[in-house]
């Protein structure tokens, strides 16, 4: 009978947790696509260590930030995983607010960025993360078309106290189209404004 009474309360925490503002399309489970991620307003804060170490205090130094400026939750949350850092983004209606950094959180612009993305169902782990971007690392030497342009970083789409089985994350690996050149034709140079 505890089982039964058990569904419903899960089902209602998930559901809780998709009404919040969405800044882009989640991947699907196992899949590996290529995607744009447009531009967006973050919250950010660091730590010195690795993200995954117990009692870092990044989730909760945002939290405290939000709801210090009445900032509404949006998915997912950005990490990245050494030195950790976490960011929260901002949704349309708080772009209006006049907000500042402070108390250990950097309020910035962050550019349209396209990523190499794969899908995850599960708890949150390094280990986890470890094993995606090494997924995504064979994708890229496989694929001569795109190259890595930065670390790969971790996206969170449910909170600490969504069961595990129910969470779903992602990898993203920043990455560009490779540019094409043949033997004789030298790259072109940028031009400076």
């Avoid at 960011?87 to 607010?97: E, T």
């Amino acid at each position: 009978m505890k089982v039964i009474c058990i569904v419903p309360l899960l089902l209602i925490i998930t559901q809780a947790v998709s009404a919040y503002e969405s800044m882009y399309d989640k991947s699907a489970v196992g899949e590996i696509e290529v995607k744009i991620i447009p531009e967006r307003v973050a919250m950010e804060t660091s730590s010195e260590g690795n993200y995954f170490q117990a009692n870092n205090g990044l989730f909760r130094n945002l939290f405290r930030f939000i709801n210090k400026n009445n900032i509404e939750m949006t998915v997912p949350v950005e990490a990245e995983v050494n030195p950790g850092k976490m960011r929260f983004f901002l949704g349309a209606d708080d772009k209006r607010k006049y907000i500042t950094s402070g108390n250990g959180v950097t309020v910035r612009n962050m550019p349209r960025l396209e990523v190499l993305s794969i899908g995850i169902r599960g708890g949150y782990s390094e280990d986890k993360f470890r094993t995606h971007e090494k997924k995504l690392i064979e994708w890229l030497a496989r694929n001569n078309k795109y190259e890595q342009t930065a670390p790969a970083y971790a996206v969170y789409w449910h909170g600490p106290f969504v069961p595990g089985f129910f969470k779903r994350s992602e990898v993203h690996l920043p990455v560009s189209k490779k540019r094409s050149t043949t033997k004789n034709e030298k790259p072109e140079k940028p031009r400076l404004k």
